[in-house]
Every structure is written in structure tokens, then in C-alpha cells.
């Protein structure tokens, strides 16, 4: 089944310690990008990969950090994680940055 | 500034009782504009990509115009499980993806 994967899906954690967030797809897509949604402000973009080794910020890079060390991954790193942190985080891909994006499941961080 | 704004913010409807949400758009040189439903709690699932002005698409009950400035989905005789958060999104020239805050629709029995 073609499908985009995060984990963990739940997480909590206390101010600065350090945590990655996995994701994967199974579909050969070129682009990568993560995204958190918060109430009120909708859908974020937080980096994005076109391709191996070729990443790039979006809106809000602040805080973390990303890598593309193999085309069906992409982690988000959060190397000291503060509470404003705290939100709904999506993974999605697409065959390329002018394709439709499909999203992972989510990861909802709770950072104490 | 690249801007989506949608409306309303929430809808309820009875069963049967048809309508439409709005997504108007300020982008220039819109590459696409992209519908998803999102359940609570998951992922954003892929609904409809328009590219310009003039298009329509259909799925079920659900049917999603492009003008130049807004896109409009129509929600004709909805059921309960059509309840969900209904996202809109533009793509710029910059191929980034600005999504609007979202169309929370509630259909009741």
C-alpha cells in the first residue's frame, strides 16, 4: 500500500531534550516536507527536500533541523525542544514539487 | 503577501441540506489549488487539484470549481460521514503550498 509513515505518533518530552521525529514513503517520491498545524494558524510549512541531499526552509524553520540521506526518509530534528514547540506535525511527499502532496498519519508533540 | 482565506470557519447542516465553502485566494500566478478533507487527529487526505479558471471536478458529492480569484466547493445532499475539516490550499510560483485555516463542516442526521 502506498502510504507516508511518521513515528512516534504520540510523544512528550521536557525543554531540551533532544528527539527525532521518522518519516517514510514507499512511493519513489522526489519531494519531502513537514508541516505543523496549530489551532488557528492552519497548516505551516516547516522545511522541505526536493530530492537526496537537496533540502531547503519553509515558513517556520526555526528550531529544527532536517536531513535527506536516503529518498524514501526524512526526519525532523528538534535538537532542544521548547514548549512553543508543542503541536501536530505532518509529513508528506509527492513525485515532485509540482505534484499533489500526500500526508502522513501525524505526530502530536506535547513538549513540557 | 500570498493569502487563502476560507468561509466559513464552521458549517453545520442537516442531512440532505446542500451547500458550499469558500476559498478565495490572493496568490498571483497560482501554479494550483488543492482541496483536502481532514479527519480529527489525522492526516490531511488529497481530494482535488484545479490548475485554472473554468475547471470543475467531481467525486461523490463533492464538486469543486476555479474562478479566478476563489474555488468554491459544493457539497450536494450530505451524509454524516461527510463531517470533517475541509482544507484548501495554493500553490504559489514558488511551487510552496499556503494553506487556508480550514472549513470544520459538521452534517447531522
Known amino acids: 500500500e502506498a502510504q507516508v509513515t511518521q513515528n512516534p505518533r504520540y510523544l512528550i518530552t521536557v525543554t531540551g531534550k533532544k528527539l527525532t521525529v521518522t518519516c517514510s514513503q514507499n512511493?519513489?517520491?522526489?519531494?519531502m516536507s513537514w508541516y505543523r498545524q496549530d489551532p488557528g494558524l492552519g497548516l505551516r510549512q516547516i522545511y522541505y527536500?526536493?530530492?537526496?541531499?537537496?533540502?531547503d526552509k519553509g515558513d517556520v524553520p526555526e528550531g529544527y533541523k532536517v536531513s535527506r540521506k536516503e529518498k524514501r526518509n526524512f526526519p525532523l530534528i528538534l535538537e532542544s525542544p521548547s514548549p512553543n514547540q508543542t503541536s501536530l506535525y505532518f509529513c508528506?511527499?509527492?513525485?515532485?514539487?509540482?505534484?499533489?502532496?500526500?500526508f502522513g498519519p501525524g505526530t502530536r508533540l506535547t513538549v513540557l | 503577501e500570498d493569502q487563502v482565506t476560507q468561509s466559513p470557519e464552521a458549517l453545520r447542516l442537516q442531512e440532505g441540506e446542500s451547500s458550499s465553502l469558500n476559498c478565495s485566494y490572493t496568490?498571483?500566478?497560482?501554479?494550483?489549488l488543492f482541496w483536502y478533507r481532514q479527519d480529527p487527529g489525522k492526516g490531511p487526505e488529497f481530494l482535488f487539484t484545479?490548475?485554472?479558471a473554468g475547471e470543475e471536478k467531481e467525486k461523490e458529492r463533492l464538486k469543486a470549481t476555479l474562478t479566478k480569484k476563489e474555488s468554491f466547493l459544493h457539497i450536494t445532499a450530505p451524509k454524516p460521514e461527510d463531517s470533517a475539516t475541509y482544507l484548501c490550499?495554493?500553490?504559489?510560483?514558488?511551487?510552496?503550498?499556503?494553506f487556508g485555516k480550514g472549513t470544520s463542516l459538521l452534517v447531522t442526521p
Open positions: 490550499a495554493v500553490q504559489t510560483p514558488g511551487y510552496a503550498l499556503n
Open positions: 484545479l490548475y485554472s
Open positions: 512511493m519513489n517520491h522526489e519531494y
Open positions: 508528506a511527499s509527492s513525485l515532485s514539487r509540482l505534484d499533489t502532496q500526500y
Open positions: 527536500s526536493m530530492n537526496v541531499e537537496v533540502t
Open positions: 496568490v498571483s500566478g497560482l501554479r494550483g
